[in-house]
């Protein structure tokens, strides 16, 4: 139930709602084909875990971060993902940076935009790789809870302010400094490239106050 009611909230949009989610726990026990006490149990850890709100008498919210929030959710990961960039040019084999490359092979010139919502996706595992190929256990469980509203918050944002164009082209770099165990170059260019996120959210996303 805890994964299932994990991938509703990442699904729902929250950043892109002007208006609060509510979680129905009669009609997810359904969706999900169980009884209620497995999704009670699910939001209680969820709401531990800050994902989600209990209102007394309302019911349970997703929460929505405030712009702030959101601003140092990002330079948090930031943190994460640019030492993850580090281990992959000590650690990681030629094979597992080359697929991730491949990951973009779809995406050259007008496609990209063609292809908006496949490409966020591809956006959102391109990121969540990096973590992995860290192979750093400790880093990879503190990126987890991070991650889901990382994938939200790119979700929203990738189609604002021309923000494709530059998305590919940051990862382009960053796969040749990966490629070319440019340890420096990798860390910073993955630390600017999330970065670069936070300063987007903070110049244009005023609807997440």
Partial sequence: AYAALRNVITSSDIYRSRTDIRLDERQLAQDFGISRTPVREA???????????????????????????????????????????????????????????????TFEGDKLHAKLDEYSEVNINFHQSIIELSSNQALIRLAENLFTHMRMIRGATIGEDDRVDRSIRDHMNIIQALEARDTERAEDLVRQHALGLAEHVARHADYLD
Avoid: C, N
Wanted: net charge positive; proline share 2%; glycine share 4%.
């Fill in 43 to 105: 939001m209680a850890q969820l709401e531990r875990e800050g994902f989600v709100r209990s209102v007394p008498r309302r019911g349970v919210y997703v929460v929505r971060k405030t712009k702030q929030e959101v601003i140092e959710l990002i330079q948090a990961w930031a943190a994460l993902e640019s030492m993850a960039a580090r281990l992959i040019t000590e650690h990681a084999s030629d094979q597992d940076i080359a697929g991730l490359r491949r990951m973009f092979t």
